[in-house]
């Protein structure tokens, strides 16, 4: 962003860019969220703290030290999971990024009720941008069911030629969250942890099912010039 301001405290429309993918989750159902936090980390803490939505709708933090990748994040999250409770919640659990402002309660619905009716207990979301440069490809087989995910980085070039992508959220039950993301390597060309080989582990398991969305409701934030295009963008939709 060209800033020395962490990227979810921008504002998009007045608030900053975290509290409209947490309001949608919030209008979808969700009773609680953990925000996974390191940059900037008590800023973020404030800003989310002073406006969660929703009556009831309780907002926890997890404190990510070290970026190790999406995987990692989402590792440094588990232990909230259960709000502690005596019993560890078994429920689905949405993992979502903090700079998709147009995200719609209605796509997390369509995400948890495929999440409920896949075999693998995962659904994601994919879209197809005008640009796939720098996106994950979703790899299917031949009957054209989801198989796994390849970084762009990682991707031959017959891969990187796959016009459907990873849109970055996802509806996964926590019992496959607590016992494969542990699991999870980082051979690859980043040396992170990767979220997206979780999809390759569920799809060996059952069915992975793919809710593909509109490119806009998925488009992220990376620099002043995409966040005031996402603002012309709403105020027309």
Known sequence: MRSDRAKVLHEFRGEALVLHPLRAAAEAGVERSIVVIGHQREAVRAAVSA????????????????????????????????GGAEQPFEGAVFVLSGDVPLLRAATLGALAKACAESSAGLALATFRPADAGGYGRI???ADG?????????????????????????YCVRAEHLRRELPTLGSQ????EI??????????EAGRVIAV??????VAGVNTPEQLAELEAAAENR
């Open 145 to 169: 069911r989801v198989v796994g995910i390849r970084e762009h980085e990682d991707a031959t070039e017959a891969e990187r030629a796959i016009g459907e992508c990873n849109a970055g959220v």
């Open 212 to 217: 593909e969305v509109d490119a806009l409701e």
């Open 194 to 203: 990767y979220l997206t080989d979780l999809v390759a582990l569920r799809a």
């Open 188 to 191: 690859n060309a980043a040396g």
């Open 51 to 82: 406006k969660a939505p929703g009556r009831g709708w309780v907002v926890d933090f997890a404190v990510q030290d070290q970026q190790k990748g999406t995987g990692h994040a989402v590792l440094c999250a588990l232990p909230g999971l259960d």
């Open 139 to 141: 790899l299917r087989d």
